[in-house]
């Protein structure tokens, strides 16, 4: 499953997402050394495939029906072999690589969707905060079968790209299919994404930290929003939610310094590949941003990748109580390698690896508390009470009798109230809180 992102900065074009939904190293400057073939009892097979490729490649140029153009013809050729490889592996044109640099800085142009192509469809893998897409009510695992009414099964991703970009302020309808629903269309306009990765507020005395993505914006805006909540609330902050959900992922390295934010020492990530250059440890520093307070991790199938590395991280040092469902699964490393003509090449080169030693690849997150996503509802009526009961004693004190009639109370509209997953990690810092003040004797 190739995850890419659908951007149209100016109205040139649709953009992949490479690093930062997918973590991966950008590694800038490298020299690609010529390729070579020094294993001799092969060099004849690999001259007569290269031969073969050649062969047909002319008789394209040649008898196609219609005039090809010979750099798509090539750079689809050089595609498809790194396709092969896995999911994650493509080629990167001059365009696509200029707008993966643009958007790890956080500001790009498009839906503001991450999908993957699954069974000749594209799924969608999360909506980013705040986008045409999320402001649209697009949901993770929703199925988009066709654009513009046109069938999206039979094309390679590459032609559901092309249907969908264009430019900002400019429409597109999807037809999408959302579990057993019958299909709708929604319509989806342009915009330019301005990726906000951190957001904060407080419920009660608790912080609640969502992180959108992990681009070169999260760590400086983490450490921020904590700084800021201590200043305002000091002893008050009973614990924080750190929200993961839906987040696609990142840059690798805001995703360790995430993590390292919340542990005193011990690994963070590992990550192994066949070339000793591609493995590596990573190690957390003293100093926990949260000062030791309860912290609670939101997870789901949306998360992927780097909110996965933060997850299984807090979660191997027992720093943290992941709650919510299993995450999306996305366990390897890409490495975007520039070649010539300006373009780039996105490699996997490694897997990576939890504390704990565990792969995640295809398999997830599991959290430590189930919690599916669902919906809080006051039913009407409610609990009927001594206080409740005509006639009933007035509890010794001047007042009002017990069963005087009480103010209709409105139920609260806020976040915590309508989502069942924060609203359950609310309650569990809640009673951690309750349980040390009782240990404590305060």
Request: with cysteine; hydrophobic share 40%; proline share 4%.
């Amino acid at each position: 499953m190739q995850i890419v992102s659908f951007l149209s900065t100016q109205g040139r074009r649709m953009r992949y997402a490479a690093l930062p939904f997918i973590c991966g190293a950008v590694i800038a400057g490298l020299a690609i050394p010529t390729l070579t073939i020094a294993q001799s009892g092969k060099n004849d097979a690999v001259y007569r495939q290269l031969g073969l490729f050649g062969d047909i490649f002319q008789r394209v140029r040649e008898s196609y029906v219609d005039e090809v153009d010979e750099k798509d013809l090539v750079e689809a050729a050089i595609n498809g072999m790194l396709t092969s490889l896995d999911p994650h592996s493509s080629f990167l044109n001059n365009d696509h690589f200029s707008d993966m640099q643009v958007q790890t800085k956080g500001k790009f142009g498009g839906l503001g969707i991450e999908i993957t192509m699954e069974d000749g469809v594209i799924k969608i893998v999360s909506p980013i905060d705040d986008t045409p897409a999320a402001k649209a009510g697009l949901q993770p695992e929703d199925l988009i079968i066709a654009v513009n009414d046109e069938p999206i099964r039979g094309m390679t991703l590459s032609d559901a790209v092309d249907r969908l970009r264009g430019e900002v302020g400019s429409s597109v309808t999807v037809t999408i299919k959302r579990g057993a629903k019958d299909p709708f269309d929604v319509s989806l306009k342009r915009d330019t994404i301005k990726i906000r990765s951190v957001r904060a507020k407080m419920f009660d005395g608790i912080g609640y930290l969502r992180i959108t993505t992990f681009s070169e914006q999260t760590t400086p805006g983490l450490t921020k929003e904590i700084d800021k909540m201590f200043r305002e609330h000091g002893q008050d902050l009973k614990g924080f939610v750190l929200d993961l959900r839906n987040n696609p992922g990142g840059l690798l390295n805001e995703a360790i310094s995430v993590s390292d934010a919340f542990l005193e020492k011990g690994e963070i990530v590992s990550t192994r590949g066949r070339r000793a250059e591609n493995a590596s440890r990573a190690y957390a520093r003293p100093g926990d941003i949260a000062n030791g307070l309860p912290l609670v991790v939101l997870i789901n199938s949306g998360s992927a990748s780097a909110s996965e590395i933060v997850a299984g991280a807090l979660k191997d040092h027992r720093r943290a109580v992941l709650l919510g469902t299993r995450s999306f699964g996305k366990g390897s490393v890409q490495t975007v390698i520039p070649v010539s003509g300006n373009s780039a090449m996105r490699l996997t080169t490694a897997r990576y690896y939890t504390p704990s030693g565990v792969s995640i690849q295809a398999t997830g997150i599991s959290p430590d508390i189930e919690v599916a996503l669902a919906r809080i509802e006051t039913l009407d009526g409610g609990d009927t009470r001594e206080e409740d009961l005509k006639g009933a004693l007035d509890n010794g004190k001047e007042g009002e009798p017990a069963n005087a009639k009480k103010p209709d109370v409105t139920p609260a509209t806020d976040q915590s109230k309508i989502d069942y997953q924060l609203a359950r990690a609310l309650d569990l810092i809640r009673g951690v809180s309750i349980f040390t003040d009782v240990k404590s004797g305060s």
